[in-house]
């Protein structure tokens, strides 16, 4: 094969720029990402050889091989793992192939100061080899072929491909460094970054030393076997970042052997930055599970529910059989028996955290809070460990931050309040603001805030804390506790709006089930309410999105009589104006609740239509 020359994806010249501007205070991180993938196609070849023993031909002993060229400035780093066919170098090294990463990409922002923070939501990676080296050459065989294939590139725009003498299984990385990365091209440099982020891989490291001396420098002996006592912060840290690829530090982590009927250890890290792919289908990083100390699978899936999906770290069981499939953990006594156990450890670091560090708790929910929230929906049997740790906005305060623990509301209701208030709205401040819970407001009852897209499904699914039921402020007649309610004047009330409750009712029938003096409003004139037990306006919008067919539920209208317009609506003497004034009571009341109009045109004209007639 002669040399061929071909262009990069756009995204990938895209992320190797942000990778040089991101990494320029930290950029002993490429070993880290380098040794990680040889050692990921070490533990590759291990799995595929399980169904394929032909791939070890050339020997099941797995290692990395460091060594630098202090002369010619160079440092090599070579594997005996999978390897890389010339199809998979052009596709795993030439284009960015989560559409998740491509996406996220496109959208950065163009502020290389912000974006070079983002860039370490999704781990570096082997692009990182261009923030030291001004060329990059990749020589690699893949198991089971003979024929070699050389990958060679500045990192500008282009890199060239040609045959490879490369004469093993594996993959062998060159690095020609840049002038003023010559330092790395150093045996006891190496020697110390691979100590510090790569101590734990479980295949053996070799360095050649200048004498030309080969010796092992990593201790395979798996970090997270060693007694809790021996290891120290710093471990725990370096240990997340590299197993993780990550280049935050956890907020807390949770290290646990578990003997009894099956034995493994867990050790689980929550982040302090959230993953750019946190709301997507597929995760790009799950747990990774070892079987007796042999990486095995990176799991996104089996081992712990979706609502925990943020969560980083490993499981390393003793029961499992190493052949173990991902149709095997599909249903396995020891896979169920693990998630149920590691779910409660990492419910237990977040108690822990929620109980003796206020602000650490704020910042994990700032960052995980909305996804946590749908644990109440997914996992039934931890419902009420989860609930005590749900943060809230509420009129309480004077801003929408989410503090308030629903322990704090019920603190604060009155003897005579039975329902916890709460009131869910396509975004916090529109719920803040809705005239539902104008009435609540003014009389001092606290109502809970919500905006998130998983609010509705979390409170049909809270249903009650603490033995006090939630109640949404917008939906039934609400009961304002009955001391506040002076029952004459109530009475006087309906007396006196009778005839025009009726006529609205008539002229509005084919919208509304129902119209009646309101309880809950004070500042607007009108309202929509579910009935009671149906889905609210909101929720209602959010199944039709979903694609669920809706029976047409027709709401209740409320109408405040202490309102100006209702008070004029009762001497209108004119028919259509007071038709039009109807219209746009229930009209309004669907804006406030961000509701659509079926007809914005019409509504239009009969805004102006009463403008007019006011004027003249
Ligand atoms: P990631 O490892 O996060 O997928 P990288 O950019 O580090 O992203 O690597 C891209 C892909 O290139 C890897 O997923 C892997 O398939 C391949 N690759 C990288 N290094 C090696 C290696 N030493 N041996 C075999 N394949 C490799």
Known sequence: MTTTTHAFQAEVKQLMKLMIHSLYSNKEIFLRELVSNASDACDKLRFEALQNPDLLAEGSDFSISLSADK??????????????????????????????????LNAMTGDQKKDAQLIGQFGVGFYSAFVVSERVEVDSRRAGSTEAVRWSSEGTGEYTLEDSDFDQRGTRITLHLREDDKEFADAMRLRYIVKRYSDHIAVPITLAGEDGEVETINDTTALWQRP????????????????????????????????????????FFI?????????????????????????????????????LRFVRGLVDSADLPLNVSREILQSNKVVDAIRSGSVKKI?????????????????????????????????AGNKDRIAPLLRFASTHNDNLDETVTLADYIGRMKSSQEPIYYLVGDTK??????????????????????????DEWLVSHLQEFEGKPLRSAAQGDIDLGDDTVDEERQKQLDEQYKDLVARVQ???????????LSQRLVESPSCVVAQEGAPSGYLQRMLEEAGQAMPSLKPVLEINPTHPLIVRMGVEQ??????????????????????????????????????LSVSN
């Open 506 to 516: 008539s002229l509005l029938s084919d919208k509304v089930d129902d119209v009646r």
């Open 574 to 611: 004119d028919k259509d104006l007071f038709k039009q004034y109807a219209s746009l009571l229930y009209e309004q009341a669907i804006l406030a609740e961000g509701g659509q109009l079926t007809d914005p045109a019409a509504f239009v004209k009969r805004v102006n239509q009463v403008i």
């Open 347 to 379: 419910l237990g670091i977040i108690e822990s955290m929620n109980k003796n560090d206020a602000d650490k708790y704020v910042e994990f929910w700032n960052l995980f809070g909305a996804v946590l929230k749908e644990g109440v929906v997914e996992d």
């Open 429 to 454: 401040e529109g719920a803040a603001s809705s005239p539902h819970i104008e009435g609540l407001r003014a009389k001092g009852i606290e109502v809970l805030i919500l905006g998130d897209r998983i």
């Open 228 to 267: 809790k006592g021996e290891i120290d912060e710093q471990q725990y840290k370096d240990l997340y970042q590299s197993m993780s690829h990550a280049m935050d530090e956890p907020l807390a982590w949770s290290h646990n052997r578990v003997e009894g009927k099956y034995e493994y250890t867990s050790l």
């Open 271 to 307: 982040p302090s930055t959230r993953p750019f792919d946190l709301y997507e289908r597929e995760q790009r990083n799950g747990i990774k599970l070892f079987i007796q100390r042999v990486f095995v699978l990176e799991d996104k899936e089996q081992l712990l529910p979706r609502y």
């Open 71 to 104: 002369e010619a400035g160079t440092v090599t780093i070579t594997d005996n793992g999978i390897g890389m066919s010339k199809d998979e170098v052009v596709q795993f090294l030439g284009t960015v192939a989560s559409s998740g990463t491509r996406e996220y």
